[in-house]
Nanobody, 117 residues
């Protein structure tokens, strides 16, 4: 079983930056992919960025050029550096981990990011 805990959310002014963290605890079995998703009020959850345990990354349209995903496999922690934030980035951001062999799919509780002046 894997537990995911997000941190780093909060209130930021437009144009500002935030760094989200997702700490994974428990036993991660085999190759895996971690990702950040977000869900704004009244909207569907969308993928923000994905990173494999080998470091390959892919970004959703919302974060390209502004967000950077990274991970530290020793610390079992994933990060999302978000720059040039705007009001459309306001959402609950969720951490996700998928074990590729077992297909186990884990989610964190989410962290609120609010971009407002």
């Amino acid at each position: 079983q894997v537990q995911l805990a997000e941190s780093g959310g909060g209130l930021v002014q437009p144009g500002g930056s935030l760094r989200l963290s997702c700490a994974a605890s428990g036993s991660i079995f085999g190759p895996n992919v971690m990702a950040w998703y977000r869900q704004a009020p009244g909207k569907q959850r969308e993928m923000v960025a994905i990173i494999s345990d080998g470091g390959s990354t892919r970004y959703g349209d919302s974060g390209k050029g502004r967000f950077t995903i990274s991970r530290d496999n020793v610390k079992n922690t994933m990060y999302l550096q978000m720059n040039s934030l705007n009001s459309e980035d306001t959402a609950v951001y969720y951490c996700n981990l998928v074990e590729l062999r077992t297909r186990n799919d884990y989610w964190g509780q989410g962290t609120q990011v609010t971009v407002a002046s």
